[in-house]
């Protein structure tokens, strides 16, 4: 053990004299040039409300009485627009944990502004930062960079200093704004061998690694090299929000680091990335995670009560599900551990995800199931990569995992109108992990339901273009999730009273509301429908058939998306309408009935009009087939909307027949 340690002390003093950050780059802090404080809009990218001028890190190993990993960081960023002002605001996160901990440091910024052709600086003082806790085991030092205007420049420094030596920071080259600049450097003894895990679609402009002999140190080996790696992109494009996409940080371009393996001098190597079976065993042992899973006499008469009245298992699983749903209020917070214990969360009826979905994994337990927490990032957390080495810290929610007969329940009690058996769609992210002993593997956090909405309706038309009728909207799978969510914060009264209100020739109204709290079935809303005419005859009606409902304007804007298209949930939507045309009148131009597919039966869109006798119906369905759509199949779900937009947008148009 002694020797082990001499051995790793020697390693650190050799280290202790590679402190310097031998930098590449020609800007200096503090010092902003006239065409950067000038420059008004960046050519590249003229839409842009900020730009990320240059963006410095550097990680090295330092020994500070023990061996730290200290990540330095420079940022420059232009602001353009108002709507780029959030870019000063600056979030800088950190982890701690146990008695390791992370420490944020040398926070330093500038404001630049040129006033009357003067350069004005305004300092970031140090009163300005504050720090807060964000999750169980992160936080992060906030501050605002002062007197930030259009045209600012910003300049901000900070360095983080880490115990978690096995552990170097992901750098993330693409932001949702332009950079023209962005270079990681990173110095590591060859004693540490690291895995790179490129992410993006954007390409490195240079990567280098050379080996550099460890010298400015009395005690340092000859025979000791560092591998001192640099990695560089520039003029990277902003990665662009656009509807349908999990998080962005999924597909921005960046680099992370897994430790694979350490070999110190004299020493046998040592494999470090881990296995699940490991980090399995340290999440059932930790107090705040599997430990909580063996806490149940709080709730063993509420336990009993229900397995006294029921019998069957289904029924009892449905009874402790709607038990915890119901009494537990979510306090909004994610949270893959319990915030204390889940007694406490009990007696106090609420609690994050992680003190709600514990309790009734453990009451499942207790009850005899065949229960197991699963862990998840959840979809604004950023999807899991499963070929990585296990990484808990990337993971921040827990939910619950039930085997029934040939059956697996995947159970969130934290959203009271999510029904048993589905969960809510921040977790529809990929795969999550299950924590039980003995079984390691991943489970598919596919979607069980789609995204459902029906309209219907029976309408007669006179010859004035009045139109008067009967509608009903229904709702299924996550379509009445998102419907009776609306409702309920809502409430049903202003709810209705808003559906009623008139809009142009438009009008609903003795709107009823069925099956609002029943959430196993859909939910329906029927309603009365009036459409003002022109208040004449007209030898000529024009018609709209969509009725105002049809798609509108395409989702998809960009001419070519690297990143894939998520919709969460296959979707299904159906829209059927029954006109009674008016007597004397025919049809004289009506859309021609179609239907497209997407490649491998990837969606469907029919549309299609029928006339039988003075009645004509309406019919479109849209049906979105699968949850993701990747680039290559980006072009032709554009086109697929294009075309549903086009045919939605036509009309019919009726003509009076001439009197014999």
């Not at 039980?436 to 459902?452: D, H, M």
Request: glycine share 6%; charged share 25%; net charge neutral.
């Amino acid at each position: 053990m002694k020797a082990n340690f001499t051995k790793l002390f020697v390693l650190a003093v050799m280290l202790a004299g590679f402190t310097q950050y031998a930098k590449a780059q020609a800007v200096k802090f503090g010092k902003v040039s006239d065409e950067e404080l000038r420059m008004s809009v960046y050519d590249k990218d003229t839409s842009a409300a900020a730009v990320i001028l240059s963006d410095y890190g550097f990680s090295r190993f330092e020994y500070m009485g023990e061996l730290k990993v200290v990540f330095e960081r420079q940022i420059r960023i232009k602001i353009f627009k108002k709507s780029g002002y959030d870019w000063a605001d600056v979030v800088v996160p950190f982890y701690q944990r146990g008695s390791g901990k992370e420490r944020v440091s040398s926070i330093k910024g500038y404001t630049f502004n040129l006033d009357d052709n003067k350069v004005q600086r305004d300092k970031l003082e140090n009163n300005s930062v504050f720090e807060e806790q964000t999750s169980e085991y992160w936080f992060a030092k906030k501050f605002t960079m002062p007197n930030v205007k259009e045209g600012s420049v910003i300049d901000i420094s900070y360095t983080v200093t880490s115990d978690f030596i096995y552990t170097l920071r992901d750098w993330e080259f693409q932001h949702s704004i332009p950079v023209v600049w962005s270079e990681y450097r990173a110095r590591i003894p060859e004693y540490f061998d690291y895995k790179f895990q490129m992410q993006g679609y954007q390409a490195l402009y240079k990567s280098e690694n050379q080996k550099e002999a460890a010298s400015g140190s009395a005690s340092a080996s000859p025979d000791m090299q560092n591998n001192s790696y640099v990695w560089v992109m520039k003029d990277v494009p902003a990665l662009k929000e656009e509807k349908y996409i999990t998080s962005l940080r999924d597909y921005q371009s960046k680099i992370e680091f897994e430790l694979q393996r350490v070999q110190f001098p004299g020493q046998a190597p040592r494999t470090m990335t881990g296995d699940w079976e490991k980090v399995t065993s340290d999440l059932l042992t930790e107090d705040k995670f599997g430990v909580q899973l063996n806490r149940s006499n709080f709730f063993k008469n509420e336990l009993a009560a229900i397995q006294g009245k029921h019998k069957d298992q289904q029924e009892q699983l449905a009874a402790i599900f709607n038990l915890v749903k119901n009494r537990m209020k979510w306090n909004g917070k994610n949270g893959m551990y319990a915030s204390s214990t889940i007694r406490k969360a009990w007696e106090q009826r609420a609690g994050n995800a992680g003190d709600i979905n514990l309790l009734l994994t453990s009451m499942l337990l207790e009850a005899g199931f065949d229960a197991a927490p699963v862990i998840v990032s959840t979809r604004d957390n950023g999807r899991i990569n499963t070929s990585m080495a296990p990484m808990v810290t990337k993971f921040n929610y827990v939910i619950a995992s039930v085997k029934l007969g040939d059956s697996e329940y995947l159970l969130d009690a934290t959203d009271p109108l999510v029904p048993i058996g589905t969960l809510p769609g921040r977790c529809l992210n990929g795969e999550g992990r299950l924590i039980k002993k003995g079984e390691y593997r991943w489970v598919s956090l596919a979607p069980k339901v789609n995204y459902t909405k029906l309209f219907s309706a029976n309408l007669t038309m006179n010859s004035q273009g009045e139109i008067v009728g009967t509608g009903r909207e229904s709702a299924g799978g996550y379509g009445a999730i998102s419907l009776r969510r609306t409702i309920l914060e809502e409430g049903e009264s202003k709810y209705t009273e808003r559906l009623a209100k008139e809009v142009g020739d438009f009008r609903l109204t003795k709107p009823e509301v069925k099956n609002l709290n029943d959430l196993n079935t859909p939910l329906d809303i029927t309603y009365n429908i009036s459409v003002s005419g022109s208040g004449r005859s007209n030898d000529i009606i024009y018609l709209n058939p969509m009725l105002g409902r049809g798609e509108k304007e395409n989702p998809f804007k960009l001419t070519e998306r690297l990143y894939p298209v998520d919709f969460g949930t296959p979707i299904d939507e159906t829209y059927i309408c029954n006109f009674t045309i008016p007597e004397g009148y025919e049809i004289e131009e009506a859309p021609k009935s179609v239907a497209v597919n997407l490649p491998e039966n990837g969606g469907r869109f029919m549309y299609m009009v029928q006339q039988q006798g003075n009645t004509l119906q309406v019919m479109s369905k849209v049906n979105i087939n699968k949850p993701v759509f990747y680039a290559p199949e980006y072009a032709f779900l554009k086109e697929f909307y294009n075309q549903i937009i086009a045919k939605h947008a036509e009309q019919i148009v009726l003509k009076k027949v001439a009197a014999n």
